[in-house]
């Protein structure tokens, strides 16, 4: 027996069997099998040119897939599967690409609007009913505001939740301006004024107020937490922003310029100044300075720890990709958006809808649609730090470089652009960011603030189409006949 147990043969056989790993015959078995029969030969030609002659050696010819001082396996791997009707690379590359434009274009159920586009394009070359074109128009560019957030967000996955939510808001606002810098050119500045106001409205009051709404109906139990020096510092750049538009339009109002008709030009070019300044200063504190005071309420304690990493969604597309699909559908933005503006007058006059509603309420709500789902799909999942910088965040882009930058551009193009957009537009700007600065200073959300929100945005809706424009011909009151 000790002789037994201390032959190693014998202990690693009963090891075995005490594990449960096979059975003792199946043991047995096996080695007889593999003493008596030879084993079993197969058809491996496909495998022998990995395999050196006569040494069944596997490194050698592995050594020729890798790239001469590269080290890459990748490039040399078509090598092995060419054949006559092409390589393996390239069916790989034809795979990508379709899986690409699977995943893009035929993944969303909003994608059915994509074909609006195109019409628009075919119905002003034809008939140039303005107001089918800008219809058409509007319905094409839904889609493809919300493809360019889906873009963006896959991009933002390979850069980081900080530079990820400031592509998030950069290129959110990419329709906006895109359809700013065509009105800029046809000389429509009260449309640029009044589509960039309408982009702040709408993603204060609507987007917000969804979110909230939303996430609120989900966790009805709880108010949902967010982190409250954010919403303060995205507050104050707001304020900032309303006084920047207030003074010229109380200058121009109560006729106490200096040089009348050029100074309050020239104070809407200098504050403009001031105002990009303020947001470059912005980012680089968000960036760079006080990186921590945006760090998640519910990522607080769990920074240095892995327990976040499950919460990190897996791009679907490349970086490479994503960077490709966003010029594509950068570019298709700008040749609808171009549609879009031209039919804008023609339409408010086809359509009896002044020209102040379609600017302020129709456009941004098609240029904030990516804004949109994101938001409320954020908020459903108790995110709401990520939806306040959407939507906030998105606001303080508008308000502090994207008017400042149409002033500018205005400028080099020789448009008198200034930041006097009225004492009505510019009231109904300071009322909203008063209301929503009193909803964010707790710090807290749920469904009625939402709702109070979106009910703000709807008396914001109806005071713009009863509004009239004194500088817009489209919406003066027609004469009534002698």
Aim: charged share 15%; with cysteine.
């Amino acid at each position: 027996m000790d002789t037994e147990a201390k032959d190693p043969a014998t202990v690693r056989l009963h090891s075995h069997v005490e594990m449960g790993s096979m059975e003792l015959k199946s043991i047995l078995g096996y080695d007889d099998q593999g003493l008596v029969a030879a084993p079993e030969k197969k058809d491996e030609s496909p495998l022998n040119t990995l395999y050196s002659s006569g040494s069944g050696s596997f490194e050698p010819p592995l050594k020729a897939l890798y790239s001469s001082g590269s080290g890459t396996f990748e490039p040399n791997l078509k090598a092995l599967y060419t054949s006559g009707s092409g390589s393996y690379y390239r069916r790989v590359m034809k795979n990508t690409v379709v899986n690409s434009i699977r995943t893009v274009v035929f993944s969303s159920r909003l994608n059915l609007l994509m074909p609006f586009g195109p019409l628009a394009v075919v119905v002003d070359k034809v008939t140039s009913h303005h107001g089918w074109v800008f219809l058409l128009s509007l319905l094409g560019i839904i889609p493809l505001a919300e493809r360019l957030g889906y873009a963006t967000e896959q991009l933002a996955c390979y850069t980081g939740p900080t530079v990820g939510g400031l592509l998030n808001a950069t290129f959110g606002n990419a329709t906006e301006l895109i359809i700013s810098i065509y009105a800029l050119r046809n000389g429509m500045i009260r449309v640029v004024q009044q589509s960039l106001l309408g982009s702040i409205l709408s993603n204060m009051l609507l987007v917000l107020g969804c979110a909230f709404f939303a996430g609120g109906l989900v966790f009805s139990t709880r108010p949902q937490v967010f982190n409250k020096p954010t919403a303060a510092v995205n507050s104050g750049l707001l304020l900032m922003a309303v006084m920047g538009l207030l003074f010229p339009a109380l200058l121009h109002s109560t006729h106490t310029e200096l040089h009348f008709g050029k100074s309050e030009l020239a104070l809407s070019r200098f504050t403009s100044c001031i105002m990009l300044v303020a947001y470059a200063s912005y980012l680089f504190f968000q960036l760079k300075s006080q990186r921590s005071l945006y760090v998640p309420v519910d990522e607080g304690e769990e920074i240095h720890s892995d327990a976040s990493d499950d919460d990190n969604e897996v791009p679907e597309i490349t970086k490479c990709e994503s960077i490709i699909w966003l010029t594509i559908l950068t570019a298709w933005i700008s040749v609808l958006s171009e549609y879009l503006v031209n039919a804008i007058e023609g339409a408010s006059v086809a359509m009896n809808i002044p020209v102040a509603f379609i600017s302020v309420i129709l456009l941004p709500i098609v240029g904030n649609a990516a804004e949109h789902a994101g938001a409320v799909m954020f908020a459903m999942k108790d995110k709401l730090d990520i939806t306040l910088g959407v939507a906030i965040g998105s606001s303080t882009q508008i308000s502090m470089f994207g008017i400042p930058f149409c002033v500018m551009v205005g400028w080099s193009m020789g448009v008198s652009m200034d930041l006097n957009f009225q004492l009505f537009e510019t009231a109904v700007l300071f009322i909203t960011v008063v209301v929503v600065a009193f909803m964010l200073q707790e710090g807290t959300s749920n469904y009625f603030k939402g709702l109070m929100l979106i009910l703000c945005y709807i008396i914001v809706a109806g005071s713009f189409f009863v509004h009239i424009d004194p500088t817009a011909i489209q919406d003066k009151p027609p004469e009534p006949d002698d």
